[in-house]
């Protein structure tokens, strides 16, 4: 889908032209398109004089940016050790059969991103899967996570 060009220099706008805008653009890039789009990330290397290189890798660096389009709903599946030890391969290969997607894709209705990440930080409470941040389902089967995943539209 084509990104509207429009929003990607009103957005540039509203930045001074210097470097140090840099990372606030792309996170706002981010906020705007649910990703930073390619055609963002080359305005700002025409209108900054940064090389492209060097925002791709920022892009690349930053966990909170995707160079993906990403779904309207991200969901984790924490696959650290804890996790790990109480199934948590077994709860993303489930949703990965139930999404069609595999970690890392979007599924073709744009709902879900599916993830596998390291530990979130609440390994008491593993198995853990993080629906956009902050939905926390813990120590759940995953029949449980399907039914949990159906409220999100
Ligand atoms: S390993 Fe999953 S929360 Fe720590």
Do not use: W
């Amino acid at each position: 889908m084509a990104v509207d060009k429009k929003k990607i220099d009103k957005i540039i706008s509203g930045y001074e032209n210097s470097e140090e805008s840099l990372l606030a653009i792309l996170q706002d890039f981010q906020k705007e398109f649910s990703y930073v789009p390619e055609e963002g990330m080359e305005k700002l290397s025409e209108v900054l004089g940064v090389p492209a290189s060097k925002i791709y890798a920022m892009g690349t660096f930053y966990k909170a940016l995707s160079l993906v389009p990403t779904g309207r709903h991200t969901c984790k599946v924490c696959t650290g050790t804890a996790c790990h030890l109480k199934g948590a391969t077994n709860i993303a290969d489930v949703l990965s059969r139930e999404l069609k997607v595999k970690p890392g894709e979007t599924t073709k209705d744009g709902r879900f991103t599916l993830q596998t990440v390291n530990c979130v930080g609440a390994c008491a409470l593993a198995p853990v899967v993080v629906v956009d941040d902050e939905d926390y389902y813990e120590g759940s089967s995953p029949q449980n996570i399907v039914k949990n995943l159906k409220k999100y539209k």
